[in-house]
């Protein structure tokens, strides 16, 4: 007799604008083939007037989707248009995950549990530290914040070069955040355990400032959320000085398994094969 369960296949998308060289369809195209998932995870470029539209077939379901990602330049309106944001994207004000859940739009923002999961996983016991100076305030930088606050770290020092932007984050985060400039960073790093760097800074050509990374309390660790290249000229400076790094990769991987859980009902492994797939990409 044949069998008469339905088998549900569900459908997700990434989508940005522009979205070509995304690399969440290989990682969810990993996953779906390794888990035998029957499900499919594509890249749809969406300008942004249509993308409220867009978000209203996701709703409906008349698009076939159950939910998906969204990126730069969605994650502000995917959140003001979600009809269920968690708390986690109401404070960040921006969702990068979605889904439909009885006609209901749900998001969230997975940026700082990619972040955190990609420390535990990299560097366990990195959350016992006191201390954290994270460089730069600009977007990239409110999920970590909001990350390592709610992870307990006590004092978060934030330096900018524009120090109003992190005064704007240190009164919205919380009294565990102090902003300062970067030139503060000889007076803030010492003893502190954890280094966060999410600006662009020796990226776009002109020099890392010298940053004293021996300053960090025994066992500090330096990382960036930048993965492209994967030793950024900061980490890259970190390693000579001794001091240990994780670079951004594993954040990025991180990220997208909650949603692929949410989709497709099974929380997916970062393992290695999976990084290594993404290397290769990089690298081709
Ligand atoms: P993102 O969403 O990637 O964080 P962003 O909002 O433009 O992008 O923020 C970029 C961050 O990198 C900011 O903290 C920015 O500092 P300012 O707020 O002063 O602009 C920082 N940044 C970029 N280039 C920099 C440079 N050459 N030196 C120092 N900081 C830099």
Request: aromatic letters at 6%.
């Amino acid at each position: 007799m044949a069998d008469s369960r339905e088998t549900i296949v569900n459908h997700a998308f990434v989508t940005g604008y522009p979205i070509k060289h995304s690399r969440s369809p290989l990682i969810h195209g990993h996953w779906l083939k390794s888990l035998g998932l029957a499900g499919s995870y594509k890249a749809i470029e969406v300008a942004p007037e249509a993308f409220p539209a867009f978000l209203q077939s996701v709703r409906d379901g008349s698009g076939g989707m159950v939910g998906g990602n969204v990126t730069i330049p969605h994650k502000e309106l995917a959140f003001k248009l979600a009809d269920r944001p968690d708390a986690l994207a109401e404070e960040l004000g921006a969702a990068n995950t979605l889904w439909r859940q009885e006609g209901v739009l749900h998001a969230t923002n997975t940026d700082g549990y990619g972040f955190t999961r990609n420390l535990d996983q990299r560097a366990p016991g990195w959350a016992a530290c006191d201390q954290a100076v994270v460089l730069g305030a600009g977007g990239a930088s409110r999920a970590i914040l909001q990350a390592l606050r709610d992870r307990g770290i006590k004092t978060i020092h934030v330096l900018n070069r524009t120090v109003a932007r992190a005064q704007d984050l240190a009164d919205r985060f919380g009294p565990a955040l102090h902003a300062h400039p970067l030139e503060a960073y000889d007076e803030v790093a010492k003893g502190a355990g954890l280094v966060v760097n999410t600006t662009s800074l020796g990226m776009d050509g002109t020099p890392v400032p010298d940053f004293d990374f021996t300053r960090l309390a025994p066992g500090a660790i330096v990382t960036d959320i930048v993965y492209v290249p994967l030793k950024t000229p900061l980490l890259a400076q970190a390693e000579k000085q001794g001091v240990k790094t994780v670079d951004g990769l594993g954040m990025l991987l991180h990220q997208a398994a909650p949603g692929f859980a949410r989709w497709f009902g099974t929380l997916p492994d970062v393992d290695e094969t999976l990084r290594a797939l993404i290397v290769a990409d990089m690298a081709g």
